[in-house]
T-cell receptor, first 112, second 114 residues
Framework: DAKTTQPPSMDCAEGRAANLPCNHSTISGNEYVYWYRQIHSQGPQYIIHGLKNNETNEMASLIITEDRKSSTLILPHATLRDTAVYYC?????????????FGEGTQLTVNP | NAGVTQTPKFRVLKTGQSMTLLCAQDMNHEYMYWYRQDPGMGLRLIHY???????AKGEVPDGYNVSRLKKQNFLLGLESAAPSQTSVYFC?????????????FGPGTRLTVT
């Protein structure tokens, strides 16, 4: 599995876009980029994933560079409830018993 | 659509006692998982199931047993609780193999063993 690198912390003003970067320079062709977050004391929450095209859902957008060596998760209008640790994970599409392992992640703090 | 629910939310056990944690999902997911998360640490997979009537060991299965008698339910049992099992337990579910990294988690059960 490709190693990912994320900044340990970021701040964002409420109502502004939060752009969370992730480097995955050793990603292979069949590996997807997944994003999760964990709000304090809650269960992890799946956000979005993609292979090579940009993706958007009701929560966020995922921008993957053309060489797929990095990606950015965008929360278009951050709210205080978006304060959480965000995890970028790179995995092959899926196998039975797929175990999620989170690295250090990025602590995003949304300020009023 | 409740998603993934877990009962109980909190429990305190004495060493040697037993208990069962219940996980239920209403998304018709094939796969279900039990993780534990210790303070400041990441998730560790205890057991998982790829379908009704099937279970398999994860990375930290010792001291736990599971059962998946119905597709929507996944039970985690502690036969003889130990202080080392003090943790937050999360259940998750997902669709089949191709989407197995798109997991949906419950709110967690906070277990303290004294």
């Amino acid at each position: 599995d490709a190693k990912t690198t994320q900044p340990p912390s970021m701040d964002c003003a409420e109502g502004r876009a939060a752009n969370l970067p992730c480097n995955h320079s050793t990603i292979s062709g069949n590996e997807y980029v997944y994003w999760y977050r964990q709000i304090h004391s809650q269960g992890p929450q799946y956000i979005i994933h993609g292979l090579k095209n940009n993706e958007t859902n009701e929560m966020a957008s995922l921008i993957i560079t053309e060489d797929r060596k990095s990606s950015t998760l965008i929360l278009p209008h951050a709210t205080l409830r978006d304060t959480a640790v965000y995890y970028c994970i790179v995995r092959v599409g899926g196998t039975s018993g797929s175990r999620l392992t989170f690295g250090e992640g990025t602590q995003l703090t949304v300020n009023p | 659509n409740a998603g993934v629910t877990q009962t109980p939310k909190f429990r305190v056990l004495k060493t040697g006692q037993s208990m069962t944690l219940l996980c239920a999902q209403d998304m018709n997911h094939e796969y279900m998982y039990w993780y534990r998360q210790d303070p400041g640490m990441g998730l560790r997979l205890i057991h998982y199931s790829v379908g009704e009537g099937t279970t398999a060991k994860g990375e930290v299965p010792d001291g736990y047993n599971v059962s998946r008698l119905k597709k929507q339910n996944f039970l985690l049992g502690l036969e003889s609780a130990a202080p080392s099992q003090t943790s937050v337990y999360f259940c998750a579910s997902s669709f089949g193999t191709a989407r197995s990294y798109e997991q949906y988690f419950g709110p967690g059960t906070r277990l303290t063993v004294t």
